[in-house]
């Protein structure tokens, strides 16, 4: 069952179109995460689906229904911000119960839902606390309580952990995550700039620039598969080396030549048409491995920094055709050492290639 669906929706402040035609249907029970460099609409969108900000073209629907014109108390959502806004002279427990009171909720029913929220999200020994007395994940797990009693359809957060330090925001995302388990019918929609939450959350992602969707789809689906450019420099971290190129040989194999007389053969089908044309090739950082002399490569290089995290080693090399140093990710501890010249490859099936207006080749 569609939960929500957007068509072809539109905004603009004055002149500035800041969405600009979104075309969008989220089933009951999904989780959907929007990604987006700062700046793209991400809480924009979300403002609007809330009713906190007016739809200026096309249509928005919750459940069937057109809600264009239907108040955010009427929509049957709830959301959850970045800054908590918890009440600060009201305990965990009237925090919680504060919206159910003001609706007319009766104690018995109130009590039962913020137990029932508490006890989910692991409060219960905390509903008589100030939220002073709380920890900055802690206030943020009694503000996603006190939406969950509002039993929404459709659940909005817009960044609920960029204001917790790392550990928190480990402990709150997999808080989240059963959460999600937990309200597997409740749709959900979710804003981060955050990648691992984008790809561990996410039943789909949506990649969002500019106002404009650049494609949806599963976490793995958009690593894998990136329909342009921008999805694969977006998702994937560090993001996805691109060197320029230009295609060779075109038709059932496609070469591309890259710098000094290096080329690559990829399994990619192409018209006989986009022979010569220039071409972006993309390879990921973890799919880059070091070769010994006289085996064959893809490019060669001189190392620029190593950067040792333990559980990854992360090599910067000068040298190939593109502006930025080609970035390779290397499992584990290695004695590489900086103004050291070696010699990489990948596996054919993880090239990428992209024609000169930033679409993907496809297999
Ligand atoms: P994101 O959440 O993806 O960082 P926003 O949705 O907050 O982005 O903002 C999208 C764009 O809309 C930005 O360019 C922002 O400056 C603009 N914008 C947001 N709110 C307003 C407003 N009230 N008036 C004019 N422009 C706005
Ligand atoms: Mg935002």
Redesign the pocket.
């Known amino acids: 069952m569609t939960a929500l669906s957007l068509k072809d929706a539109r905004k603009a402040?004055?002149a500035?179109e800041?969405l600009r035609g979104i075309n969008l249907e989220i089933e009951q029970g999904e989780f959907i995460v929007f990604v987006?460099?700062?700046?793209?609409?991400?809480?924009?969108?979300l403002?609007m689906i809330a009713g906190l900000e007016e739809v200026t073209g096309g249509d928005l629907y919750i459940g069937g229904q057109r809600v264009n014109d239907v108040p955010p108390s009427r929509r049957g959502i709830a959301m959850v911000f970045q800054s908590y806004a918890l009440y600060p002279h009201m305990t965990v427990y009237d925090n919680m119960a504060f919206g159910m009171r003001i609706a007319g909720e009766s104690r018995q029913e109130i009590d039962r839902r913020v137990r029932a929220a508490a006890d989910s999200l692991q409060l219960t020994a905390y509903l008589d606390r100030l939220p002073k007395a709380l920890s900055g994940g802690q206030r943020q797990r009694v503000a996603i309580g006190r939406a969950i009693c509002r039993d929404p359809k459709v659940f909005l957060f817009?960044e609920p952990l960029s204001n917790l330090d790392a550990a928190l925001r480990v402990a709150t995302r997999i808080e989240i995550a059963r959460l999600k388990e937990q309200m597997a019918d409740t749709t959900m929609i979710y804003?981060t700039h955050d990648q691992v939450e984008a790809m561990t959350l996410a039943d789909r992602i949506v990649v969002?620039s500019a106002?404009r969707i650049e494609q949806v789809g599963a976490p793995l689906e958009l690593y894998e598969r990136p329909a342009n450019l921008f999805v694969a420099k977006f998702i994937g971290s560090p993001a996805m080396n691109i060197i320029k190129a230009k295609i060779s040989e075109a038709g059932s194999t496609t070469r591309v030549d890259l710098q000094a007389g290096r080329t690559a053969t990829l399994d990619i089908v192409t018209d006989a048409s986009q022979k010569g044309k220039p071409a972006s090739f993309g390879v990921r950082p973890e799919d880059l491995r070091v070769v010994t002399d006289g085996e064959d490569y893809l490019f060669e290089g001189e190392v620029a920094l190593v950067e040792a995290l333990g559980e990854v080693t992360l090599l910067y090399i000068n040298g190939p055709a593109s502006e930025e140093p080609i970035v390779v990710k290397l499992a584990g501890i290695h004695s590489i050492k900086k103004g050291e010249r070696l010699h990489f490859a990948a596996d054919p099936a993880r090239f990428h290639l992209f024609d000169e207006n930033g679409r993907t080749y496809r297999r």
């Open positions: 402040y004055g500035v800041v987006g460099p700062s700046g793209c609409g991400k809480s924009t969108l403002r817009d804003v969002l106002g």
